[in-house]
């Protein structure tokens, strides 16, 4: 039930210079799935992350910035990522973070690495161990079948409750250069801010140095996977990786203030709000896909506190999943988002074009048939003027329905 | 479909002396059901309130402010409360206003006091226009068949998507005198701390003077309807009343320090937490009646974050809607719920009795046949141990089941 959720031609996903990926049927939890993923990185490529900020995070989030820290410090660089599905390996104390190690010196003993060049990271259910010895006799399947075109093979490799792969890839040219950009990522519940149980993971050519790709992975995560929103849990294990081949011809950006920076900074970008978005629209249980935009405020943070209230009020979202232009509870979401000296009488709000409130109550043009028009579509942007400021924020988030709740009170059956 | 909701007897509602109550049946937005109730209180009464956080307040929330700060400036006390339900008089801005005073009036003019001796308060739909003309034609019958002993009657009056009418009473004996407490509840849904749709009044017979009453309305919302969640929306309409008659023979309490005012303190905690629990077994759709205590916390507000994160969980409360001990889950709210310094290490979790997590993970001795056990009961207590300090505070929530969803989806039509 994904929301216009775009076709995608495995045949359309650019293979990306220097990266290769392969899967397993691990067997993890379940028969007959592919469930273990390994990305292979040639040398002297770069690579940047960022992590969920939730305190119980995963075995393998510790392991991934112990890892990327080392490399910061001078060591040598990430060569491999190894993802599994079925189990998050959080909540598993100290022996998660023995069997996420484990994970990492085994992949590296197969492909002649070292163990701090893997990268490890999982998905799936909490609180349960990591079967380790099915995840490492998958890891030579995995690594044997690897390829350069095996983005939408690797896409499938790391679902849960997805119900789609994700992916996309684009090229675009940069001083006359072409750079080509591939991605993937998944997650369909507990998708929050600051990380979800989602992982994407956008590789493209262009050589960029350590500091640099830190800066990039950041401006690009608080644009597109930090702004969107499922249930409003955050997960124990999100991660969102850039790997920076250089293998184009486009020289090295050394500096966040170059030109050819700024046209990269904006491809990725916009390829991971893509990959946000496709994770939006495949939501657990999601028929509308919603935009809520929040403009006028003092701030960014207050901004983005009002539209998470709209985005995670269980009210609004039923509301619309029922098509019911029932707008009060919009109103009333912001009136609780915490913004203590709001005044009510500037705020406006609209759907899509219908001015719905504003002077503290119903826009007295405002008919029912209209706010009926917009509720009814697939796709609906909530557009709320508090009138404070210049700042502004946008989040995407679905409707809360049936299959939400069938979804999570049946996953682990 | 509420949870282990205690039978209420009307008969054992005991009468409060200085306190009648009359509804009518006036249409508001549904035909042939009392939505109108009038809460007449005899001259010598003190009253205090407390309402919502919510920054689009509902105008009668505005007026009641308004009335009771000019009684704690000196003016006449407040002789009367009306309540309509079908309509919240929310979002509704300066006509709204116009409307909740001109409401105060009519009542006013009918039973020959001031229109700022009566709190209006209204319950139902946001960013409608409250229909005037049938409020103020209902006046006459509520105030005609007003009688102490229709506290069963006012129950059903202030009901919503409520299933069932909430009410209790008792007696106390302080300082050898008989007090008798008597309240009512409504609330189901756009439940959450800092009041919700939810509508509260108690009465009783003891007298107390106007700043010590202040200071009660304040203690016992505190621990009691500011300790429910429903859905985490905070509605625009909530407000809890303490009306004391002062018709009992105990000597009027003039201080928070007296012995029989820790009695009384006491008696009407444990009745607001009553009422306030009413609301949450009859939650929208709730199976599942759940009480979240979060102990050893550095501070009480940190304890609160922590339960709430655990209580506003989609994915924790559809887990126990399926009976599903996916405790995970429960652990990942805990990480995310914004305590920077948490040491998961030190954190335990309880399924009741049942140690489920302690030293960052599982506790090796869990076993899922008794996480399962605890799960299928209706009444499930989670204790976490957060390891920092000696505060702690308790929440009172239910689940999230296919009801809830249907429930509001469909409010309106």
Chains 1, 2 share one sequence.
């Not at 044997?144 to 095996?150: D, I, K, L, S, T």
């Not at 491809?267 to 978005?277: D, F, I, P, R, S």
């Not at 935009?291 to 995670?312: D, F, K, M, S």
């Not at 404070?388 to 939400?404: E, P």
């Amino acid at each position: 039930m994904a929301v216009n959720f775009p076709s995608i031609d495995p045949a359309q996903l650019h293979p990306v210079a220097g990266v290769t990926l392969g899967w397993a049927e691990a067997n993890i939890r379940k028969p007959n799935r592919k469930d273990v993923l390994v990305i292979s990185v040639e040398e002297g490529a770069t690579v940047a992350g960022v992590f969920t900020s939730n305190r119980f995070c995963a075995a393998p989030v510790t392991v991934c910035r112990e890892h990327l820290a080392r490399v910061r410090e001078g060591g040598s660089g990430i060569r491999a990522l190894v993802v599994n599905t079925g189990n998050a390996n959080a909540g598993t104390g100290e022996p998660g973070l023995a069997v996420a190690r484990e994970t990492c010196a085994e992949l590296a003993r197969l492909a002649g690495i070292a163990p701090e060049q893997v990268l490890p990271f999982s998905t799936g259910v909490i609180l349960e161990p990591l079967p380790i010895d099915r995840l490492k006799a998958g890891l030579p399947q995995a690594l044997a079948n690897r390829g350069p075109a095996h983005w939408y093979d690797a896409a499938q490799a790391i679902m849960t409750t997805d119900t789609l792969p994700k992916a996309a890839s684009r090229q675009v040219t940069i001083d006359g250069h072409t750079v080509t950009l591939s991605g993937i990522s998944k997650g369909a519940g507990m998708i929050k801010p600051n990380m979800a149980t989602m992982l994407g993971f956008l590789a493209f050519d262009a050589a960029v140095a350590q500091p640099v790709l830190d800066a990039l992975v950041k401006h690009a995560a608080d644009r597109s996977f930090n702004c969107i929103t499922i249930d409003g849990d955050t997960s124990t294990n999100d991660s969102f990786i850039l790997i920076a081949t250089g293998k184009s011809s486009l020289p090295a950006i050394t500096s966040t203030e170059s030109p050819a920076y700024a046209a990269l900074r904006d491809a990725v970008t916009e390829m991971a709000q893509t990959l946000a978005q496709l994770i939006v629209r495949d939501g657990e249980g999601a028929t509308k896909f919603i935009t809520v935009q929040v403009e006028q405020g003092a701030n960014v943070g207050e901004c983005r506190q009002v539209a998470y209230a709209i985005g995670h009020s269980p009210l609004v979202k039923t509301a619309f999943y029922a098509s019911d232009p029932n707008l009060g509870r919009i109103l009333a979401a912001i009136g609780y988002a915490g913004i203590a000296d709001l005044d009510v009488g500037k705020v406006e709000v609209y759907l899509d074009d219908v001015l719905v409130a504003r002077a503290g109550g119903r826009n007295p043009d405002y008919r029912e048939e209209d706010g009926q028009r917009v509720m009814k579509k697939s796709e609906i942007a909530v557009r709320v003027r508090l009138g404070r400021g210049d700042a502004q924020a946008t989040i995407w988030t679905c409707d809360l329905s049936h299959d939400y709740v069938s979804i999570n009170a049946d996953y682990r059956s």
